[in-house]
């Protein structure tokens, strides 16, 4: 077999998909929000098979979580296959791994997937990807055979032969030296063996947050996840566009794929004297939030901050609960609209007697 030592290509990395999850820590929302939501992840996924046939990339990878088993969604896996299936049309090859959200013993539809779909086994395997009958990028990959997944995959990538003039990719869902505390240490490893293994590039999954752990040679990338699910996932999210060239990584592209942005922002009080300037400065707090999201979904939380002389008011849960629904009503038919799913009070008192009588306020009078 022949290696193409000096081809170029391209091919777009992406992390969790969560095909289905349930959006939480929402409360009651109106049924033109809940649809967005319902549908957010899909369009995401979406978005991120277009890139690929925008960029004519080789192929795509996703790294684990393509849904979650908990939900035991039949619509997931239908629309996943329905996706993938258009992108087959179009020549584009998809890459899985199965993680600790879709273990390969978790509760599936007898769904059968296109032929351009290839998802890795229990047992670590490899997949040579061609293109124009030549081989121009070899693949390794392990998937989760149950959720309680807590041994080291990552070393057995150690044990792969080496060859030369062919670029290596290793896609893993895992915890690296536990770089989140926001997930559950399914698959530990440390960055020392990802670097001990013959792999160019480590296609990641499993942490929610984009994050290079080593540039360059190799590269170990989490892209995150492709769609925030809750505040704790804010900003933007999305995939990686990875430029190879002579067997080495020559470029790296964050490609932006949220369908709803989850914002929020601190709101100083200070100087406020009417209920009316709190209004006015939530109002602008939203304006500006829009502005970042270009025209999607934001579902904004704000802090009021600094010392008020409107205690009264926002020690009150009824007060802020009716700011909020003023806001909603008040977004309501716009496009770009800012959801707003709480506002709470952070403020300290006026303890200063000598402030307060300097103060042009009523309680100054």
């Given at each position: 077999?022949?290696?193409?030592?000096?081809?170029?290509?391209?091919f777009?990395?992406?992390?969790?998909?969560?095909?289905?999850?349930?959006?939480?820590?929402?409360?009651?929302?109106?049924?033109?929000?809940?649809?967005?939501?319902?549908?957010?992840?899909?369009q995401?996924?979406?978005?991120?098979?277009?890139?690929?046939?925008?960029?004519?990339?080789?192929?795509?990878?996703?790294?684990?979580?393509?849904?979650?088993?908990?939900?035991?969604?039949?619509?997931?896996?239908?629309?996943?296959?329905?996706?993938?299936?258009?992108?087959?049309?179009?020549g584009?090859?998809?890459?899985v791994?199965?993680?600790?959200?879709?273990?390969?013993?978790?509760?599936?539809?007898r769904?059968?997937?296109?032929?351009?779909?290839?998802?890795?086994?229990?047992?670590?395997?490899?997949?040579?990807h061609?293109?124009?009958g030549?081989?121009?990028?070899?693949?390794?990959?392990?998937?989760?055979?149950?959720?309680?997944?807590?041994?080291?995959?990552?070393?057995?990538?150690?044990?792969?032969?080496?060859?030369?003039?062919?670029?290596?990719?290793?896609?893993?869902?895992?915890?690296?030296?536990?770089?989140?505390?926001?997930?559950?240490?399914?698959?530990?490893?440390?960055?020392?063996?990802?670097?001990?293994?013959?792999?160019?590039?480590?296609a990641?999954?499993?942490?929610?947050?984009?994050?290079?752990?080593?540039?360059?040679?190799?590269?170990?990338?989490?892209?995150?996840?492709?769609?925030?699910?809750?505040?704790?996932?804010?900003?933007?999210?999305?995939?990686?566009l990875?430029?190879?060239?002579?067997?080495?990584?020559?470029?790296?592209?964050?490609?932006?794929?949220?369908?709803?942005?989850?914002?929020?922002?601190?709101?100083?009080?200070?100087?406020?004297?009417?209920?009316?300037?709190?209004?006015?400065?939530?109002?602008?707090?939203?304006?500006?939030?829009?502005?970042?999201?270009?025209?999607?979904?934001?579902?904004a939380?704000?802090?009021?901050?600094?010392?008020?002389?409107?205690?009264?008011?926002?020690?009150?849960p009824?007060?802020?609960?009716?700011?909020?629904?003023?806001?909603?009503?008040?977004?309501?038919?716009?496009?770009?609209?800012?959801?707003?799913?709480?506002?709470?009070?952070?403020?300290?008192?006026?303890?200063?007697?000598?402030?307060?009588?300097?103060?042009?306020?009523?309680i100054?009078?």
């Amino acid at each position: 077999m022949a290696f193409l030592e000096n081809r170029s290509f391209r091919f777009i990395h992406c992390g969790d998909l969560h095909l289905d999850s349930p959006f939480t820590g929402l409360g009651h929302t109106d049924s033109e929000i809940r649809k967005i939501l319902y549908d957010a992840s899909f369009q995401a996924f979406e978005k991120v098979l277009d890139y690929g046939m925008e960029e004519k990339v080789s192929f795509i990878l996703v790294a684990g979580d393509i849904y979650d088993s908990l939900t035991r969604s039949l619509r997931a896996q239908l629309n996943f296959r329905d996706l993938v299936r258009k992108a087959g049309k179009e020549g584009l090859s998809i890459y899985v791994v199965h993680g600790n959200h879709d273990p390969l013993d978790s509760w599936t539809a007898r769904v059968s997937f296109p032929d351009n779909l290839f998802r890795f086994p229990e047992k670590l395997s490899s997949v040579i990807h061609y293109e124009d009958g030549s081989p121009l990028a070899e693949i390794w990959g392990i998937s989760y055979a149950s959720r309680e997944t807590s041994q080291n995959l990552a070393r057995s990538f150690t044990g792969i032969p080496r060859k030369k003039g062919i670029f290596r990719i290793g896609l893993l869902h895992c915890n690296v030296g536990g770089v989140s505390s926001l997930h559950q240490n399914y698959a530990p490893c440390t960055l020392g063996d990802l670097l001990e293994a013959p792999v160019d590039y480590w296609a990641l999954g499993h942490v929610h947050e984009m994050n290079i752990l080593h540039d360059p040679s190799p590269m170990v990338v989490y892209p995150g996840n492709i769609q925030g699910r809750h505040m704790r996932e804010q900003g933007e999210k999305g995939c990686f566009l990875v430029s190879v060239d002579s067997g080495k990584v020559e470029g790296m592209e964050f490609l932006p794929t949220s369908e709803v942005l989850w914002m929020e922002e601190h709101i100083p009080l200070s100087g406020t004297e009417e209920i009316a300037d709190i209004h006015d400065l939530v109002g602008a707090a939203c304006d500006r939030t829009r502005s970042l999201a270009r025209g999607r979904l934001v579902i904004a939380r704000f802090y009021l901050t600094g010392t008020s002389s409107l205690q009264s008011f926002l020690n009150n849960p009824l007060f802020l609960d009716q700011l909020v629904q003023t806001f909603r009503d008040r977004e309501m038919n716009r496009l770009d609209r800012v959801w707003v799913e709480s506002i709470r009070d952070n403020t300290r008192p006026i303890s200063d007697l000598g402030e307060l009588k300097e103060s042009d306020s009523f309680i100054s009078d």
